[in-house]
C-alpha cells in the first residue's frame, strides 16, 4: 500500500509499504523517524515485540531516500547474522514492491549484508577451517599482496622451481596456492559489480559461486555503491573494525541500530580491553619474533622498513587519526601539513627497532604490575605518570602504539595474524590508555573472584563511558536512531550515549484481544515471599514455591514454557534442590525439560528438540538464563511460548569493582543514582526475556514476574508501557493459586475460536488511512485514536 506521512511540519513523505494494512503504532513511528529525518537529528524508539519494526524502519527510510535523493546510504545494525538476514528479507519483499509501484529502472536499489570472512567465504579450502580466526589468517595467507606479487614472480620464472623459502609465509600451505575466486575477482577488475537488487549472505555466496568471485571482497567492494547496508555493531562501533569498513560512509546515511536496548554495554565493550600473565608472555615471544623479522628485512630490503613510517603517517592522515587536539577528539582533520604529522608521532618510535624496544619495555612493565597482590584501582593519567616514571614511555608514545604495530605488521608482510593477537592487544590497550584521560579506570586483581585464593591476576582496562564509542557515530552522521521493544526508561538513553534526541519516543501496542496477560506472583500458596533478593532467595520455602509456580503452568498451560533464572549458579541451585525434593519429577509428568548451558552447541541441541517436543504436541519446558544467549537472540513465538516466567529481579553481580567504578562514575558525571542504574539494568533485562514470548499481535501467552519486588511502582514502572498498560491491579500481588486460576481464565479465553479478520479492527487499510489523512488524524497520536476509531475501521473492511 501507498500513503502518505505528514507530521503537520515539512512536505508529506509518500510511503510505500509493502502489505495491504498497518499497525497504527507503525504509522506513529514513521511520524517520529520523519521528524528526525527532516530535521537532521538523531532519535530513540520504543516500540512493542512483534508490530514490525523493522518493515517500519526500512519502509520510511527508503521511501524518504526516493523522496531525498541528497540523504546518503542507510546502515542498518543488527547485533546477529539471523537478525541480518531477517532484515534482508523484509527489503526483498520492499524493493519487490517498489519495482512493482515504480518500475524496476526507477527503483533500481542495491541492499547487502555484510559479514565476517567466516560467514562468507566460498573457498572450501579456508571455509573448513573452523574459527573465525583460522578462517581469516588462511584467507590472508592467500590473498595478501605481497604473496601473490611473490606467486606471480615464481611462475613467471621457471615453474618447477623451487622458491617456497623465498615465500616467508609459506603461501603453498595445504597445497593451495592460490584463492581462485580472489583471483578471479580481482581478474574481473571493474566488472566485477553486483547487479541492483537485494543480497542475503546465502545470496551473495551463491552469486560468488556462480561468477567464480569471492563474495567477502565483493560485498565489501560495494559498500560504495550500496543503497542499504546490513551488518554488525561492531562495524560502526568498535574502531579498529569501523577504520576499515565504514570509514568511507558519507555523512548523509541514515544509521538504525536495531534491539539496541543493550547499546551501552556494546559500547563499553568494544573499548576494553583485559590482559593477563598468559596474554603478556605470548606478547614476549611475539617481540622476539618481531625482532627476527625485522632483522631480517634490513638484510634483504632496508628501503621498504625506511618507507614504512612515510606510509604509517599517511594511513593515518587518511583515516583522520591525528587529531588536532589530541586527548579524546577521536574525530579529526584529515587536511594536516606533513610538518606537523611528523611531530604527532613521537620520534622514538619512528624506527621499528625502536617501537619494538617500547613494546618491550611496556609488556616488561605490565608484568611488573601484575605481580602485585593487592587490588588496585587507578585513573589512565595516574598509570601513565606511574609508567613514564618507572618505564620511561609517556602517554604520546602509547597513544599511536596500535597503529604503528599494525603499520609494521604489513611492512614486514606477516599474513598469520595469530602469531600476534596477544601483541595486539597489548598495543591496543597502550593506545586506549594513552588515548583517554576520561571515561576510563585501570583495576588491577590478583586472584579470581570464583576462587580468591588461586592467584589469577587480571589487569582491565575498564570504559566506564558508554558515549566515548558512540560520539564519533551520532557527530559523523547525519541521523541516527536507536529502536528497540525495551528501551523504558526512554529518557536514560540519552544521557548514557551523550546525544540530544530530536525524537524519543515509547509507543503503544494496539490490540484486538488482550492476548498479553503479564502478572506479578508475590507469594506462595503459604503465603511466604518469593523472591531472589540475597538474604531470602535459598530459602527452602522460597524454593518450593517457585517450584510450585512451575508444576501448576505445566498443568494448565499447553505447548511450550519458558522461565528465565538471573544466573547460571542460581538456576544450578535450584533445578537440583527440585530434584532432591520430587518438584523436577512432578513437572516432568507434564512437559519435558530442557536447560540451556554455558556451552553454545549444548544450548542449540536442547533448543532443538525442545521445539520439537513443542511441534509434536508433547509440549516442553526450556530453563534459561536471563543474559544469556537466549534471552537476548531467540524467539519463542506461537506454541514455542505460551508462557514465560522470570524468576527474580536479574541484577549484575553489584561486587563486581568494574560496575563499582561505572555507578560511581554515572554518579559524578550523569547524576545517575547507583540505584536507579542498578533497577533500570535489571528491568530492561526482565522485560527482553518476558518480550521473547509475543512476537506478533495473533500470537498469545503469560508473562509471569515472580518476585514480590515487580510490585512495587518502582520496579514495575521501568518496564515498557506496552506491558505495564496489562498490569491492572487484578494480577498485581497475587499468590501462586491466584495466579494459576488467572493462567487458566486466560487461557480458555484464548481458546476460544478467533477469526483473523477480527484482527483488522488493531490494522489501518489504503481507505482508513486516506480518511484519516483527509481529517488531520496524523496529527494526533494514530495508537490511541485506533483504539477510539476500532468499531468504525471494521465497518470499513
Known amino acids: 500500500m501507498r500513503f502518505t506521512i505528514d507530521d503537520g511540519g515539512s512536505a508529506p513523505i509518500e510511503v510505500f509499504f509493502p502489505y495491504d494494512s498497518v499497525y497504527p503504532e507503525q504509522v506513529a513511528y514513521m511520524r517520529e523517524m520523519k521528524r528526525a529525518l527532516d530535521a537532521r537529528g ?40 539471523p537478525e541480518m538476514e531477517k532484515v534482508l528479507e523484509e527489503m526483498k519483499a520492499l524493493q519487490a514492491y517498489i519495482e512493482k509501484e515504480l518500475g524496476a529502472e526507477t527503483a533500481r536499489m542495491l541492499s547487502l549484508g555484510l559479514s565476517s570472512r567466516k560467514n562468507m567465504c566460498v573457498n572450501p579450502a579456508v571455509a573448513d577451517e573452523g574459527s573465525r580466526e583460522s578462517v581469516d589468517g588462511r584467507c590472508r595467507r592467500l590473498t595478501a599482496s605481497w604473496v601473490r606479487e611473490r606467486r606471480l614472480e615464481r611462475q613467471a620464472r621457471d615453474a618447477g622451481r623451487t622458491v617456497a623459502a623465498e615465500d616467508g609465509e609459506g603461501d603453498n600451505e595445504g597445497g593451495v596456492s592460490c584463492c581462485d575466486w580472489f583471483e578471479e575477482f580481482e581478474t574481473a577488475g571493474e566488472k566485477a559489480v553486483l547487479p541492483p537488487g537485494v543480497y542475503t549472505l546465502h545470496d551473495l555466496r551463491q552469486f560468488g559461486r556462480a561468477k567464480k568471485w ?29 577504520s576499515l569498513v565504514s570509514s568511507a560512509l558519507e555523512k548523509e546515511c541514515v544509521v538504525v541500530f536495531d534491539e539496541a536496548h543493550n547499546i551501552d554495554n556494546v559500547c563499553i565493550e568494544a573499548l576494553s580491553v583485559n590482559l593477563r600473565q598468559q596474554t603478556l608472555e605470548n606478547a614476549g615471544r611475539s617481540i622476539t619474533s618481531l625482532n627476527a623479522r625485522i632483522d631480517k628485512a634490513k638484510q634483504t630490503d632496508e628501503r621498504r622498513l625506511r618507507q614504512e613510517y612515510e606510509r604509517l603517517v599517511n594511513g593515518l592522515a587518511q583515516q583522520g587519526v591525528l587529531a588536532r587536539g589530541g586527548g579524546e577528539d577521536m574525530l579529526m582533520n584529515p587536511v594536516i601539513p606533513d610538518d606537523i604529522l611528523r611531530e604527532a608521532v613521537p620520534g622514538n618510535i619512528r624506527r621499528a627497532e625502536h617501537f619494538v624496544a617500547v613494546l618491550k619495555r611496556f609488556v616488561e612493565y605490565l608484568k611488573f604490575r601484575l605481580q602485585s597482590t593487592q587490588v588496585e584501582q587507578e585513573t589512565p593519567t595516574a598509570f601513565l605518570q606511574h609508567c613514564a616514571a618507572n618505564a620511561g614511555i609517556d602517554g604520546k608514545t602509547l597513544k599511536f602504539c596500535y597503529d604503528r604495530l599494525t603499520s609494521l605488521l604489513k611492512t614486514l608482510e606477516v599474513v598469520d595474524m595469530d602469531e600476534y593477537n596477544a601483541l595486539s592487544l597489548v598495543a591496543n590497550f597502550a593506545a586506549l590508555v594513552g588515548t583517554y584521560s576520561k571515561g576510563f579506570a585501570l583495576i588491577l586483581e590478583p586472584y579470581d573472584e570464583r576462587y580468591p585464593n588461586i592467584p589469577d591476576p587480571v589487569l582491565q582496562l575498564a570504559c566506564l563511558d558508554a558515549s566515548l564509542a558512540i560520539k564519533p557515530v551520532f557527530e559523523r552522521f547525519q541521523s541516527v536512531f536507536i529502536t528497540s521493544g525495551t528501551l523504558s526508561p526512554i529518557d536514560l538513553y540519552p544521557k548514557l550515549l551523550g546525544f540530544n534526541p530530536v525524537c524519543a519516543k515509547s509507543l503503544e501496542m494496539t490490540l484486538t484481544r488482550e492476548c498479553l496477560c503479564p502478572m506479578v506472583i508475590t507469594r506462595g500458596a503459604d503465603q511466604q515471599a518469593v523472591s531472589t533478593k540475597f538474604d531470602v532467595r535459598d530459602d527452602p520455602n522460597v524454593i518450593q514455591n517457585y517450584g510450585r509456580i512451575l508444576v501448576g503452568l505445566a498443568q494448565t498451560v499447553p505447548d511450550g514454557i519458558v522461565a528465565f533464572f538471573v544466573s547460571y549458579s542460581y538456576m544450578e541451585n535450584i533445578v537440583s534442590k527440585w530434584h532432591e525434593t520430587g518438584i523436577l519429577r512432578e513437572i516432568m509428568q507434564h512437559k519435558l525439560v530442557f536447560i540451556e548451558t554455558t556451552d553454545v552447541v549444548e544450548t542449540s541441541l536442547a533448543l532443538d528438540n525442545y521445539r520439537r517436543a513443542c511441534n509434536c504436541g508433547r509440549g516442553a519446558i526450556f530453563l534459561s538464563v536471563a543474559r544469556g544467549k537466549v534471552a537476548e537472540g531467540i524467539d519463542f513465538d506461537r506454541h514455542y511460548g505460551r508462557a514465560v516466567v522470570m524468576y527474580g529481579v536479574p541484577y549484575q553481580y553489584t561486587l563486581s569493582r568494574i560496575l563499582r567504578a561505572r555507578l560511581e562514575y554515572l554518579r559524578e558525571t550523569f547524576q545517575i543514582k547507583e540505584s536507579d542504574f542498578l533497577a533500570f539494568d535489571a528491568v530492561r533485562q526482565a522485560a ?4 521473547r514470548v509475543i512476537r506478533s499481535k495473533k500470537d498469545y501467552g503469560l508473562m509471569v514476574f515472580a518476585d514480590k519486588r515487580y510490585n512495587s511502582q518502582d520496579k514495575r514502572g521501568k518496564l515498557p508501557g506496552w506491558i505495564t498498560s496489562h498490569l491492572h491491579e487484578e494480577v498485581l500481588n497475587l499468590s501462586t493459586d491466584m495466579a494459576m486460576q488467572v493462567a487458566r481464565t486466560f487461557m480458555r479465553s484464548m481458546s476460544q475460536p478467533f477469526s483473523h479478520d477480527d484482527s483488522k479492527k488493531s490494522l489501518f487499510d489504503q481507505e482508513m488511512l486516506n480518511r484519516l489523512a483527509a481529517e488531520g488524524g496524523y496529527r494526533e497520536a494514530l495508537p490511541a485514536q485506533a483504539r477510539k476509531l476500532a468499531p468504525e475501521i471494521m465497518m470499513h473492511i
Open 688 to 691: 527482553q526475556c518476558v518480550g
Open 214 to 242: 569471492c563474495p567477502y571482497f565483493l560485498a565489501r567492494n560495494m559498500i560504495s555503491f550500496a543503497n542499504v547496508i546490513v551488518y554488525n555493531y561492531q562495524y560502526m562501533l568498535d574502531p579498529k573494525v569501523a
Open 42 to 81: 538523531h532519535g530513540a524508539v520504543e516500540m512493542p515485540t512483534g508490530t514490525g519494526k523493522t518493515i517500519t524502519v526500512l519502509s520510511m527510510c527508503v521511501s524518504y531516500q526516493l523522496a531525498h535523493p541528497e540523504v546518503g546510504k542507510i546502515i542498518y545494525c543488527t547485533r546477529t547474522v
